[in-house]
């Protein structure tokens, strides 16, 4: 009789035990698959939604500076040698190394005019990059889709008397009010936006920029690289990182990794415990027939690899059984832990690799000391029990 079928005749003859060990096996790995794909899912989900608070990478004019103190006393201070951006040098930022990385670009033109009686701050944007950038904005009308709309913050709309769909003039040019901004508690809620090609007319700006945000996170992605990538494609401009929020960002996403992955290790601490009991009880079970094997020539090889053999098959089922449950638990998890409807569910082969070789893995090292305590197992004293 060959050792393979020893083994799946014992597995036969054990089946409620072997059945109990299965079902624990496949908890654990059910469990680490549904934290691991959660984990991935959610990270991707919370990479999204970080985009929504907008840039991490600012780019202003380089000017030189000098600040001016007499006698203790500050007097403000002095810009000079302030160069300009072109709007075409924006294009050499999809050229770095990590465009990939890079979610949005907002160029903007800033500039004072006089809108009746009020000196009111025009800031001309792309709407589709800002909105895509600033998608906490709530809009009280529609977004600006023509050169002749515009988007009032909810100050500037107070101190000019003016409401959707109501005109004003800008320069001797008449332009029609699309929407107000909602109260945003920033900057944003005393500025008039326009279209950036006509507030660059506007203004006599036409193909400069004041400032450009850059929206790029992802996880991991190394924005201090990205800051000195795109500096040297625009040499004429300074480029800095917001990094108190690159930095929380990442951390939250770090503790959340680090909460799953601690998880995990909980999991296969017990279903090692599982598996090493289960084993050991089998062991004992079935010291009369080790010894009867022992006694008609089998060598303790043979009787390590009939024990490992048994665990390598049950692990092996319990990996496939727990890489299915783990991705249903996941899919049936994910809307809950998701907040946004358009979460997707993160399929992964190599999640399923895993665990069917985790599973095998954790089988077999678990039982090790059990298979090595029936091979010493004394023949004589075995068959005592007879």
Same mark, same amino acid.
């Given at each position: 009789?060959?050792?393979?079928?020893?083994?799946?005749?014992?597995?036969? *003859?054990?089946?409620? %035990?072997?059945?109990?060990?299965?079902?624990?096996?496949?908890?654990?790995?059910?469990?680490?698959?549904?934290?691991?794909?959660?984990?991935?899912?959610?990270?991707?989900?919370?990479?999204?939604?970080?985009?929504?608070?907008?840039?991490?990478?600012?780019?202003?004019?380089?000017?030189?500076?000098?600040?001016?103190?007499?006698?203790?006393?500050?007097?403000?201070?002095?810009?000079?040698?302030?160069?300009?951006?072109?709007?075409?040098?924006?294009? *050499?930022?999809?050229?770095?190394?990590?465009?990939?990385?890079?979610?949005?670009?907002?160029?903007?033109?800033?500039?004072?005019?006089?809108?009746?009686?009020?000196?009111?701050?025009?800031?001309?944007?792309?709407?589709?990059?800002?909105?895509?950038?600033?998608?906490?904005?709530?809009?009280?009308?529609?977004?600006?889709?023509?050169?002749?709309?515009?988007?009032?913050?909810?100050?500037?709309? %107070?101190?000019?008397?003016?409401?959707?769909?109501? +005109?004003?003039?800008?320069?001797?040019? #008449? $332009?029609?009010?699309?929407?107000?901004?909602?109260?945003?508690?920033?900057?944003?809620?005393?500025?008039?936006?326009?279209?950036?090609?006509?507030?660059?007319?506007?203004?006599?700006? #036409?193909?400069?920029?004041?400032?450009?945000?850059?929206?790029?996170?992802?996880?991991?992605?190394?924005?201090?690289?990205?800051?000195?990538?795109?500096?040297?494609?625009?040499?004429?401009?300074?480029?800095?990182?917001?990094?108190?929020?690159?930095?929380? +960002?990442?951390?939250?996403?770090?503790?959340?990794?680090?909460? &799953?992955?601690?998880?995990?290790?909980?999991?296969?601490?017990?279903?090692?415990?599982?598996?090493?009991?289960?084993?050991?009880?089998?062991?004992? #079970? +079935?010291?009369?027939?080790?010894?009867?094997?022992?006694?008609?020539? $089998?060598? %303790?090889?043979?009787?390590?690899?009939?024990?490992?053999?048994?665990?390598?098959?049950? &692990?092996?089922?319990?990996?496939?059984?727990?890489?299915?449950?783990?991705?249903?638990?996941?899919?049936?998890?994910?809307?809950?832990?998701?907040?946004?409807?358009?979460?997707?569910?993160?399929?992964?082969?190599?999640?399923?690799?895993?665990?069917?070789?985790?599973?095998?893995?954790?089988?077999?090292?678990?039982?090790?000391?059990?298979?090595?305590?029936?091979?010493?197992?004394?023949?004589? #004293?075995?068959? *005592?029990?007879?």
């Amino acid at each position: 009789m060959k050792l393979h079928t020893i083994a799946i005749n014992n597995l036969k *003859r054990r089946k409620a %035990k072997m059945a109990f060990l299965t079902i624990g096996l496949s908890v654990g790995i059910a469990t680490i698959v549904t934290l691991v794909t959660l984990t991935r899912s959610m990270s991707g989900d919370i990479e999204r939604k970080m985009d929504e608070f907008g840039a991490n990478i600012l780019i202003t004019p380089l000017s030189n500076g000098l600040a001016m103190n007499y006698g203790g006393i500050s007097l403000g201070g002095v810009t000079f040698d302030q160069r300009e951006i072109r709007e075409s040098d924006l294009a *050499r930022i999809k050229t770095i190394a990590n465009h990939k990385n890079i979610s949005a670009i907002s160029p903007k033109v800033l500039g004072g005019v006089k809108v009746g009686s009020h000196d009111v701050l025009l800031v001309g944007v792309d709407f589709a990059s800002e909105l895509k950038m600033k998608q906490w904005w709530q809009i009280f009308g529609a977004a600006p889709k023509a050169d002749n709309e515009l988007l009032l913050g909810s100050d500037s709309a %107070k101190v000019l008397n003016v409401g959707t769909g109501d +005109r004003i003039r800008i320069k001797g040019e #008449e $332009f029609r009010v699309a929407g107000i901004l909602g109260q945003t508690g920033s900057q944003d809620d005393a500025l008039v936006f326009a279209a950036l090609p006509k507030a660059q007319k506007l203004l006599g700006k #036409e193909g400069k920029i004041t400032l450009a945000e850059v929206a790029a996170l992802c996880s991991g992605c190394p924005i201090g690289d990205m800051v000195t990538q795109i500096a040297e494609k625009i040499p004429d401009a300074k480029v800095s990182a917001i990094q108190q929020v690159v930095e929380g +960002r990442l951390k939250a996403l770090d503790q959340f990794k680090r909460f &799953s992955y601690a998880m995990a290790a909980v999991v296969v601490f017990i279903g090692s415990l599982i598996v090493f009991v289960t084993m050991m009880g089998s062991v004992n #079970e +079935r010291t009369t027939e080790i010894g009867v094997f022992r006694a008609i020539g $089998f060598r %303790k090889s043979h009787i390590m690899r009939i024990i490992l053999f048994e665990a390598a098959l049950v &692990s092996l089922l319990a990996g496939f059984l727990g890489y299915g449950a783990g991705m249903g638990g996941a899919k049936l998890a994910l809307p809950f832990m998701a907040e946004g409807k358009n979460t997707l569910l993160a399929w992964d082969g190599s999640v399923a690799i895993g665990a069917v070789v985790l599973a095998v893995a954790l089988g077999l090292v678990a039982s090790l000391y059990p298979a090595l305590h029936a091979a010493k197992m004394d023949p004589t #004293e075995a068959l *005592r029990a007879l």
